[in-house]
């Protein structure tokens, strides 16, 4: 299968620990990339390989992988991050595809 | 700084052609693989094709082929998304990123600013 499967919405408490979690069959060969989407701005990358953060990403963003799951963690959840996150990745065929998207709820 | 400009949006009636454009700056565009990307409202994001400016080699998702073309002109650093019949269903913000790639692992970085696209009679 060609698909990324995201949960559509996921809750933290502020300051808190949350993983938005991805699956599909080509994260088994390939690492996800990870964006952040704000209402009304266009997606930024936060996680890109196996756990490489950009230039400007603060450090309470991480990834890691496991068989067909991958997975982004924010430890200690801001209010700033409250947002939509999509993971990405690519099939066999060269196909690119993203995950359904994650709302992520700060409370 | 890397940059991609995207064009301004439009407002088209069903039938009628459009081209959308996205200029990079800041690196060697010739060098990188350019995407676009459809949201339509209120849903998630979907890949729609790549381009290499350098030789304008050109993939396409299977959910997008023929239904758009992708083009680039490498002497202005600008990539192209255009279609020659719109539908309703077009409307949709669109926008480019750069593709950056390993072994194991593709990312887009940056992201143009995004074209809304409005498709009404």
């Known amino acids: 299968s060609s698909e990324l499967t995201q949960d559509p919405a996921v809750s933290v408490a502020l300051g808190q620990t949350v993983r938005i979690t991805c699956q599909g069959d080509?994260?088994?060969?390939?690492?996800a990339s990870w964006y952040q989407q704000k209402p009304g701005q266009a997606p930024v990358l936060v996680i890109y390989?196996?756990?490489n953060r950009p230039s400007g990403i603060p450090d309470r963003f991480s990834g890691s992988s496991s068989g067909n799951t991958a997975s982004l963690t924010i430890t200690g959840a801001q209010a700033e991050d409250e947002a939509d996150y999509y993971c990405?990745?690519?099939?066999?065929?060269?196909?690119?595809?993203f995950g359904g998207g994650t709302k992520l709820t700060v409370l | 700084e890397v940059q991609l400009v995207q064009s301004g949006a439009e407002v088209k009636k069903p039938g009628e052609s459009l081209k959308i454009s996205c200029k990079g700056s800041g690196y060697s565009f010739t060098s990188y693989w350019i995407g676009w990307v459809r949201q339509m409202p209120g849903k998630g994001l979907e890949w729609m094709g790549i381009?290499?400016?350098?030789?304008?080699?050109?993939r396409y998702s299977p959910s997008f082929q023929g239904q758009v073309t992708i083009s680039a002109d490498k002497s202005i650093s600008t990539a192209y998304l255009q279609w020659s019949s719109l539908k309703a269903s077009d409307t949709a913000m669109y926008y480019c990123?750069?593709?950056?790639?390993?072994?194991?692992?593709?990312?887009?970085?940056?992201w143009g600013q995004g074209t809304l696209v409005t498709v009404s009679s």
């Open positions: 381009i290499y400016p350098g030789d304008s080699d050109t």
């Open positions: 990405n990745s690519r099939d066999s065929s060269g196909n690119l595809i």
């Open positions: 390989g196996k756990n």
């Open positions: 080509s994260l088994r060969s390939y690492y």
């Open positions: 990123a750069r593709l950056l790639y390993s072994s194991s692992s593709i990312w887009f970085d940056p």
